[in-house]
């Protein structure tokens, strides 16, 4: 098929399956040309080049006349790899943004041109089902004990901590409460003090964490001094964003079912070791929370998104019900057909659950703990390696899941601000060079001084030693050259 023919045909019905097949090895020529010319884990030159080179070709956004199918595909998505940071390089350990399973992304392609929309079974019959299944298995891996266990899929953490917060006061409401009274630990993700006010709750109590994980006492002295008449939950972390820190969630819960408070569990880092035997003891007391969040496209390799809400008892779900007679009309329902539109806050939505199920099937328990031990060994190894180089210092502690915080010896020969800046720039100087994507993190040192850290996420399971001590290398080496280049006035600052 060429030309307009091409260009207007559609993804599904009898001629899809081949205009697919020539469009996608169109789209492969360009990943792997893009790649190529990239030629590392993000392109060099910082955001103005990248922005240019986008743009090389002048107006991309809304050409008068179209350029055709081949030539767009051919053009943007090359663009867009050859400016990309790829989470598949080794080098590319900034943040929890995981390398996608092959057979996910593939997934997706299906996901795309099939196109159900996951807000009535009549658009999507066989993936209604598709989801019950894969919920039902993960709100089961979740709570194994539980009756009558569910879980929902969402776009991502944020969207999972807020359905947690909606549902917890709609019960306080139906429990006879006005509002609900949120607590956290001071190292919960930014999306819990943003749900709070989202859903126009009281200012939530923060307690502080000053090891990066909310201790049982703090929490104990918190809910203690409480006098408000709100029903509290407590929202607890497995797996911080900055540190990968668990909360002791067995004594948490201890605490909080003492003071008869709730607890959610945000365990969108840390949830998939419940795939791996050698460390699903660290999620100990997980199913004594009323909620827990999950996300398979940080440490479960899935193509953003891929979110989850696990609930104890799917009662819960009750307070998501919604008519709307075009989706899910009373007599429909009772006829028998599935109601979707009580399994999200939002309406339309993709079927996210298809590249889930196929990662699931494909790789099983067993294959995804696997690869979740083989990170966190890639971890240990990366940590083991800061140790014995002689120009870098990692932070004290244990590792946090696939955290790792380190910095140069050399920031801490100098005073604190000064040593703190030049951590920052030794992680710009690798993004602009695009030599390597590394996060930052503040954190307490041995002294119990806040510093500057750099931020290894290691969730490659394909890394090995030769990529690690690459990585170090040039952290080494850009503060070396950091240090010793004149700053201009006002950098850093």
Known sequence: MRGHALDTALAEGEEGAPVLRELTQVVLDALTEGARERGGPLPCGGPEAVAAQVRRDGSLALP???????????????AMARGAADPADPHCVGHLHCPPLAV??????????????????????????????????????????????????????????LVALLLARERARAAGADTLQVVYGANAHHSVHRAAWT???????????????????ALDEALTAYTGAAPVLVVTTAGTTDEGVIDPLPELAEVAARHGAEMHVDAAYGGMLLFSDRHTRQLACLDSAVSVT?????????????????????????????????????DDTQAGLPDLLHRSIRTTRRPDVLK???SLRALGRAGLGDLVDRCVSVAEEFAEAVTHHP??????G???????????????????REGDELVAAVRRKLLTDGQAVLGRAWAVDESGD?????????????????DLARVLKLVADAATTTRTTPRTRGEDR
């Open 398 to 416: 244990e590792v946090g899941i696939s955290t790792v915080l380190f910095r140069p010896v050399a920031a801490d020969e100098l005073p604190s």
């Open 64 to 78: 008068e006349r179209g350029t055709g199918a081949v030539e767009a595909l051919s053009s943007l998505v090359g």
């Open 104 to 161: 996910a992304a593939a997934a997706e392609l299906a996901s795309a041109a099939l196109n159900p929309s996951m807000d009535s079974w009549d658009q999507a019959p066989a993936a209604t089902v598709i989801e019950e299944d894969v919920t039902d298995a993960l709100a089961g891996l979740v709570y194994p004990r539980a009756p009558r266990p569910d879980a929902l899929i969402t776009s991502g953490g944020t969207e999972s901590n």
């Open 391 to 396: 120009d870098l210092r990692l932070r004290p």
């Open 199 to 217: 859903l126009g709750l009281p200012e939530p109590m923060v307690v502080e964490c000053g090891a990066g994980r909310l201790e049982p006492a």
């Open 450 to 466: 806040h510093r500057l850290w750099l931020k290894a996420t290691l969730l490659n399971p394909q890394a090995g030693p030769t």
């Open 294 to 330: 999950l996300d398979m496209h940080k440490l479960g390799w899935q193509p953003v998104a891929a979110g989850i809400l696990a609930v104890q008892d799917t009662r819960m779900l009750e307070h998501l019900a919604f008519e709307a007679s075009y989706l899910n009309a009373g």
């Open 356 to 358: 889930i199920a196929v």
